[in-house]
């Protein structure tokens, strides 16, 4: 990978927002960014490639084109870390979760783990 350093312009508004590389617009070829700047160090660009965009660039930029992190590792630590005693009974105290539908359980479990998951947690029988 290229060292180089290249101009780039970020402007962002609540509305919408530009991305240029030395001068040239490539918004629409990006659905996202994330820049990250360590002390003493460059600024580091991350482009998101739009999956409906073929990429059409032409010059030479330091520019890292990210592929979404795979979810497979964090979901794994995440269940990894889950007590299944604690699941099952904070499954069946979540009355609002059950509702005698097939695999009531099952479906209550997941849903405790997508909050558990997103820092929604309350503790056994709390819901």
Known sequence: ????LHQVRITADQAAGT???????ISK??????LSQQPGRPAELLLFLSP?????FEGLARVVVGVPPDPGPAAAAFLSAID???????????????DGGPH?????MLRLLQE????????????
């Open 52 to 56: 409906f965009v073929k990429p059409d």
């Open 1 to 4: 990978m290229e060292d180089q």
């Open 104 to 108: 009531e359980l099952t479906r209550a």
């Open 84 to 98: 299944a005693g604690e699941l099952e009974k904070s499954a069946l105290s979540r009355h609002d979760l059950m």
């Open 29 to 34: 070829m990006v659905s996202g960014y994330s």
């Open 116 to 127: 558990w998951a997103s820092g929604r947690w309350q503790p056994q029988g709390g819901g």
């Open 19 to 25: 991305v240029a590389l030395e001068g040239r617009d």
